[in-house]
């Protein structure tokens, strides 16, 4: 089992900026490809951003490109999301999820077997 904790929601204006983290715990955090994904009232969840084991491969839905990075501190077992330049849309939980072991960073989140609780972020206009 994988334990995922997010933190690091909570209110910003739009055009601010949040880092969201995720804490894992009870296996070799190493082994897993992690991604963020998101969810907002009424909607489904949706794939925001994965990155490899090593760091070194990361992916992003191209609503959130150039505004959003991802990356993980394996050491600390620790995974982040900086969110830049934040617009009303992206208000929603934000969850990370930790992917098949081994393996590649998959898009689709019915490829994750381990899911954080969520932390929600608000972005108002």
């Known amino acids: 089992q994988v334990q995922l904790v997010e933190s690091g929601g909570g209110l910003v204006q739009a055009g601010g900026s949040l880092r969201l983290s995720c804490a894992a715990s009870?296996?070799?955090?190493?082994?897993?490809?992690m991604g963020w994904f998101r969810q907002a009232p009424g909607k489904e969840r949706e794939f925001v951003a994965t990155i490899s084991r090593t760091g070194t491969i990361t992916t992003y839905a191209d609503s959130v490109k150039g505004r959003f990075t991802i990356s993980r501190a394996n050491a600390k077992n620790l995974l982040y999301l900086q969110m830049n330049s934040l617009k009303p849309e992206d208000t929603a939980v934000y969850y990370c999820?930790?992917?098949?072991?081994?393996?590649?960073?998959?898009?689709?989140?019915?490829?994750?077997?381990?899911w954080g609780q969520g932390t929600q972020v608000t972005v108002s206009s």
């Open positions: 009870g296996r070799t955090f190493s082994n897993y490809p």
């Open positions: 999820a930790a992917g098949p072991a081994f393996g590649s960073a998959p898009s689709r989140a019915q490829l994750y077997d381990y």
